[in-house]
């Protein structure tokens, strides 16, 4: 009797042992996933921010300001 409670627990437990994991998995390929895209991110923008202004591809100055008309 007491061994049947002890598989019944164990057979119940087991599956949401399992998707406890498997919840565990996904949240952290999410983070890791969305903390590379941010980190991208910031990389390019660090990038266009450092580079000299004669050379900045973008429309704003080192400083961020509008770059003024040619």
Do not use: K, W
């Not at 009797?1 to 390929?29: D, E």
């Amino acid at each position: 009797m007491v061994l049947a409670l002890v598989g019944l627990a164990v057979g119940l437990s087991l599956p949401l042992v399992l998707l406890f994991i498997a919840l565990c998995v996904a949240l952290g390929v999410f983070g890791f996933v969305s903390s590379r895209r941010y980190l991208g991110r910031v990389r390019s923008l660090r990038e266009q921010l450092d580079a000299p202004s004669g050379t900045d591809p973008g429309h704003f100055t080192s400083a961020g300001f509008p770059r003024p008309p040619r």
